[in-house]
Each structure stands twice: as C-alpha cells, then as structure tokens.
C-alpha cells in the first residue's frame, strides 16, 4: 500500500511539473519602450534586446554592421560587429553615432523609433573617430 501511494504521489509530482512548463503561470512581459519612446534609450538590459534579430546586415573588412530590430518594442538600433578588437563606431543614419572609447569587439548605439525606415552604418579604424572603414548602410 504504501509504495502504491509513493508511486501515485511521485506521478502527481510530475504531472504537476509538466502542467506548469506547459501552462506558464507568467504572463508575456510588457515592451520596455515602444517606437518613439524608444528614441535614444539602451536597448541592452531591455525587452528590446530579448526579442531583437538582425533586420539586415552589412559586411566590410572584417566587421559587419546589424541594423537590429526588435518588433516588441517597434525599435532598431546600429550593431557592429569585428572579427578582432579595434576603434569601432555604431550609427543610426542621421541620428546618432556611438564611437567606441576604446578598443572593441562589438559595439551598439542607442534606440531609434523603428515604425518607419531605420539606417544603420558600421565604422572601423586605426584610433578613435578615425576610421578607414565602413559598411554600406542597412536599411530596415
């Protein structure tokens, strides 16, 4: 009997386990920032990072530059990418550009309203805001 009643309570268990990955007992969270309330706000950190993807993507030398766009929070933003660490610079065409202040791999800038046509460049260099490179732009 009482292995009978172990067995029923350790299938109980894991229906119940079951029962809440299947059923989330959270709800979806809500958009940080939606289209132009996203305007000049970090993306990273945000719900805006989680469900971004890169729109379109340009590729120069050794970097690329990612328009990213994030259809949560109707926003895109500038990400560039290099193989090796260097001054690199993000811009949002006619906008902003972040220059890195130092040497990066990667780099971002801030948010752009993403509910109309959004350009995105990368840039690459020897020192900072010296750059000899860059990528076409990537419109999203």
């Known amino acids: ?66 328009n990213k766009y994030s259809p949560g929070c109707i926003a895109n933003w500038s990400y560039t990418r290099n193989t090796s660490k260097t001054w690199l610079a993000a811009e949002t065409v006619g906008v902003y550009t972040y220059h890195g202040d130092q040497k990066y791999l990667y780099v971002w800038n801030s948010m752009w309203d993403g509910s109309g046509l959004v350009c995105t460049r990368g840039y690459m260099g020897p020192s900072y805001r010296n750059y000899n490179v860059s990528t076409a732009s990537a419109c999203a």
């Open 1 to 66: 009997m009482n292995r009978l009643f172990s067995y029923f309570h350790s299938l109980i268990f894991i229906l119940a386990v079951v029962a809440i990955m299947v059923f989330p007992t959270q709800k979806a969270l809500a958009a940080t920032c939606t289209a132009s309330a996203c305007n000049g706000l970090n993306p990273q950190g945000t719900t805006c990072w989680n469900d971004a993807y890169n729109a379109v993507v340009r590729y120069a030398s050794t970097m690329y530059n990612a």
